[in-house]
């Protein structure tokens, strides 16, 4: 059983930045695909990125150019590095994983964090 737990969220101005993290145990990452996830109030959960377990990375149109995410198998973490926040961004981000080795992405995630609040207002 993986657990995940999520930090570094908060309330950030306009044009600001945020690392987000992603510690896990239960198991070591390696052969694990990491997503990123977020949830607006009253809109749907949104894939924001990922990071297969060969470290291959991908992006949502709509954060590509100011989101990074990067991994650390040494230590079973996961980071979202995020840089130009915008009000919109504000959502509850949320990681999850899966079992799947290679150069893409898990489809399906079985193991979630309950999340970290990321807030963007002036």
């Known amino acids: 059983q993986v657990q995940l737990v999520e930090s570094g969220g908060g309330l950030v101005q306009p044009g600001g930045s945020l690392l987000l993290s992603c510690a896990a145990s239960?198991?070591?990452?390696?052969?694990?695909?990491i997503g990123w996830f977020r949830q607006a109030p009253g809109k749907e959960r949104e894939a924001v990125s990922c990071?297969?377990?060969?470290?291959?990375?991908y992006y949502a149109d709509s954060v590509k150019g100011r989101f990074t995410i990067s991994r650390d198998n040494a230590k079973n973490m996961a980071y979202l590095q995020i840089v130009s926040l915008k009000p919109e961004d504000t959502a509850v981000y949320y990681c999850?994983?899966?079992?799947?080795?290679?150069?893409?992405?898990?489809?399906?995630?079985?193991?979630w964090g309950q999340g970290t609040q990321v807030t963007v207002s002036s």
């Open positions: 999850a994983t899966n079992k799947f080795f290679g150069s893409s992405c898990p489809r399906e995630y079985d193991y």
């Open positions: 990071i297969s377990s060969d470290g291959s990375a």
């Open positions: 239960g198991a070591t990452l390696d052969y694990y695909g």
